[in-house]
Every structure is written in C-alpha cells, then in structure tokens.
Nanobody, 122 residues
Framework: QVQLVESGGGLVQAGGSLRLSCAAS????????KGWFRQAPGKEREFVST????????YYADSVKGRFTISKDNAKNTVFLQMNNLKPEDTAVYYC???????????????WGQGTQVTVSS
C-alpha cells in the first residue's frame, strides 16, 4: 500500500509562487508514476502534470506548461510541484497521485492524497 500526504498549499497573489510536496509511504512508491491533478469548485478533476517512475519523462497540461515544474526525490519518497507565475484560474484543490500507468487520466492512478488547497488572489 502507498499513502500520500500533500503539503505546501496556501493563499498567494497572482504572479506568486508555491511549492507543493507529496510525501509517500510504501516501498513501491519509487517504481510508480506520479501525477498532480486539481479540482476547482463545480469543475471536474483536471490533469496538471506527471512524471514517470525514472524521472526521465515529464508531461504538463497546456494550461500550466512553462509555469509549473514536477520533480521527485526518491531518497525522500517525495514528489514536488513548483508553481510559478500563478494565476487566479489556478485556484483549486491539488491532489497528488501515484500509479503503475501514470499519464493524464485520473483513472490510471491507484493511490491518491487528501489534497491541498491553493488559492490565487487577483
């Protein structure tokens, strides 16, 4: 089993930055793909970014490309999402996920964190 705990959310002004962290427990975390998704009130869960198990491949939603960076630290069993130049439309609950398949579909992930709120004021 893998348990995920996100942290680092908060309130920031437009143009600011936040760094989300997702700490994992479980020995299999290092061999799983990791992803970040977000969900705004009244909207469906949306893909943000993913990184494969080796860290050699990353992929971003068009809406965050060039502003967000996903990375991981296997030694610390942690995945990060660095978010720069934040916009009010980035406001959402951000979820960390891990799974064998990875990719941009939330259904392809097996494990989920509880989410962390990110609010960007204009």
């Amino acid at each position: 089993q893998v348990q995920l705990v996100e942290s680092g959310g908060g309130l920031v002004q437009a143009g600011g930055s936040l760094r989300l962290s997702c700490a994992a427990s479980g020995r299999t975390f290092s061999v799983l793909a990791k992803g970040w998704f977000r969900q705004a009130p009244g909207k469906e869960r949306e893909f943000v970014s993913t990184i494969d198990w080796s860290g050699s491949m990353t992929y971003y939603a068009d809406s965050v490309k060039g502003r967000f960076t996903i990375s991981k630290d296997n030694a610390k069993n942690t995945v990060f999402l660095q978010m720069n130049n934040l916009k009010p439309e980035d406001t959402a609950v951000y979820y960390c996920a891990a799974g064998r398949l990875g990719g941009s579909r939330w259904r392809d992930y097996d494990y989920w964190g509880q989410g962390t709120q990110v609010t960007v004021s204009s």
